[in-house]
């Protein structure tokens, strides 16, 4: 599996064999988003596209004000295929960017809108990204001085786009470098299409978390999306008198295809909100009459417990695909009990897109207690050490079709680990498949941790909490929690005489920014910390050992 003794896979670009096959199978086409939202605005202008905090934005004002913006990023000078960075909460208005770089021929880096300073620099240089679009604050924060600061440490922004949140109404102006942007009228309002990229090209880069680094950058191209919608309008039932609620942050895998791709390619539409609450998401449920909602377990366990006395109205509510973790299966069955939904899931990842899913019409244990049977138009195969071992029903999955990814920006030995030769995504898990498809994940082959759906890299959190002057050495693992299925736990050795509590190392960190899904949530000290007979972190014998302290979080860095 090292990259010396591999061939190169191809990277950034669609194999056109693949792409041919795909087409002719029905899984591909020729449209994009920015096809079918024109087309919404044309067909349907006063129907509502996104339903936000701040306000409501139909598919007339949602096409327009993505020319709005796209024109301001062509007038600036920003040529088609360049990297232009969104840095935006999950409202309307994050949707409105990533459709008006599409309209301008950009490509998009989603940056996720918690992510720390460290994370922001990371991503943004390793993209090369030439601009960054935001609100004029973002968490409290004056983006202006972020953006100077982001210059005066050797990233070569060219250009600040700050926008106001167009839902709301939406009609202040766009502002570039410091100075409105005097937005044209009439055709001169819409970038040239012959600038817009092709289903099959590079729309957009994201992030992922790796075993160990900075999170690595995954490149999308729109058809493995569109793939992916089909694959959920045929697992639930789903049409364009659905109205979705979309709970997951938008550059991210499971964000993309819930919130911007799939309703918008039905003409359904979409509740958003900048910030999760489980509360405020409940009334939002009731009062737009939501069917189909979309929300990692963490996500919906809250909610759930906060059904807990009250009488919420959620006759409406039919589906609810959750993902990006295991499915707590007692948690599940009390959350369909108590609103009369069926919970699905895809298993998959960022890079691979999906691998298995669950139906409507699948037995409730095997919907639940299994992540569902391999979808039509992806192989699915069993690998340990790079060979193929499908046939014994236990190994590292990998998967090969029309959702796949198109590697990593820049990084070929995170590819040749991603990759096997014949081009199957490898995932993170080790599964069982029975004789009947149903697949289960039964254990992780990597040093991650996975909170309320987000990978975090266990190796990152000890890179940073590694910088603190009292450490000297440092494991981080997963603790289970009932909420957000696991935490971050770090278990240090520390310099002699020196001393070091939760709340220390949390405050250390943010202001070196760190990302809040890395803050550790639990410090314990130790005399020192074991080893294996290779010298390594003996984390398996820790994580025993923690079993058996029965201790509680020493407090929240969030």
Not at 527 to 552: H, I, T
Request: hydrophobic fraction near 40%; charged fraction near 20%; charge should be negative.
């Amino acid at each position: 599996m090292s990259a010396p003794d591999r061939p190169p896979v191809p990277v950034g670009r669609v194999d056109p064999t693949a792409a041919a096959r795909y087409r002719r199978e029905g899984w591909w086409g020729e449209r994009t988003l920015a096809d079918v939202v024109d087309g919404h605005a044309r067909d349907r202008p006063e129907g509502v596209a996104f339903v936000s905090d701040a306000g409501t934005l139909t598919w007339s004002a949602y096409a327009a004000a993505a020319d709005r913006l796209a024109a301001a990023l062509v007038a600036v000078g920003l040529d088609a295929g360049e990297r232009v960075a969104v840095l935006l909460p999950d409202g309307a208005t994050v949707h409105v960017a990533f459709l008006a770089n599409e309209k301008a021929g950009l490509v998009t880096v989603g940056l996720g809108s918690r992510a720390g300073d460290a994370e922001i620099r990371h991503l943004l240089a390793a993209t090369g990204a030439t601009a960054l679009v935001t609100l004029a604050e973002h968490r409290g924060r004056d983006m202006t001085e972020v953006v100077a600061a982001l210059r005066a440490g050797g990233l070569g922004l060219r250009h600040h786009v700050v926008v106001p949140r167009f839902e709301s109404p939406g009609t202040e102006p766009v502002e570039v470098d410091g100075a409105a942007f005097a937005a044209p009228s009439g055709p001169a309002a819409e970038p040239s299409a012959g600038r817009r990229r092709g289903p099959d090209e590079v729309f957009m880069i994201n992030s992922t978390s790796g075993t160990t680094g900075m999170p690595k950058c995954v490149l999308h191209h729109q058809n493995r999306w569109m793939y992916f919608h089909r694959m959920a309008v045929e697992t639930g039932r789903l049409g364009p008198d659905d109205v979705f609620m979309g709970a997951v942050p938008a550059p991210f895998g499971f964000g993309l295809w819930t919130a911007h791709f799939t309703p918008t390619l039905l003409g359904a539409p979409t509740v958003v909100c900048e910030r999760f609450d489980a509360a405020t998401a409940l009334e939002l449920l009731a009062r737009h009459r939501v069917s189909v909602l979309a929300a990692v377990s963490t996500q919906f366990i809250m909610m759930l417990n906060a059904l807990d006395g009250r009488s919420v109205p959620l006759d409406a509510l039919r589906v609810l695909y959750t993902g990006g973790e295991a499915v707590p299966y007692e948690r599940a069955r009390a959350f369909e009990a108590r609103t009369g939904a069926t919970v699905l899931q895809f298993y998959g990842s960022n890079e691979s897109g999906l691998a298995t899913g669950t139906r409507l019409d699948d037995p409730p244990e095997a919907r639940l207690r299994t992540a569902g049977r391999r979808l039509p138009g992806t192989e699915l195969r069993l690998f340990d050490a790079g060979v193929d071992v499908t046939a014994t029903g236990r190994g590292q999955p990998g998967t090969r079709g029309p959702a796949t990814c198109l590697g990593y920006l820049d990084d070929p030995a995170a590819n040749a680990e991603l990759f096997t030769d014949d081009g199957f995504v490898l995932h993170a898990d080790v599964c069982t498949i029975d004789g009947e498809g149903w697949l289960r994940v039964v254990g992780r082959t990597s040093d991650l941790i996975i909170r309320g759906g987000k990978n975090i890299s266990a190796g990152q959190v000890e890179e940073q909490v590694g910088r603190h002057p009292a450490v000297a050495l440092v494991a981080a693992l997963a603790v289970p929690d009932p909420v957000f299925g696991e935490r971050v736990c770090v278990v240090v050795q520390l310099r002699p005489d020196r001393t070091l509590e939760l709340d220390e190392l949390v405050g250390f960190l943010r202001a070196a920014g760190v990302s809040p899904e890395q803050l550790p949530e639990q410090l314990v000290v130790v005399d020192e910390l074991p080893r294996s007979s290779g010298g390594k972190v003996a984390k398996g014998e820790l994580r025993a050992e923690l079993a058996r302290l029965d201790s509680r979080p020493a407090g929240s860095g969030r």
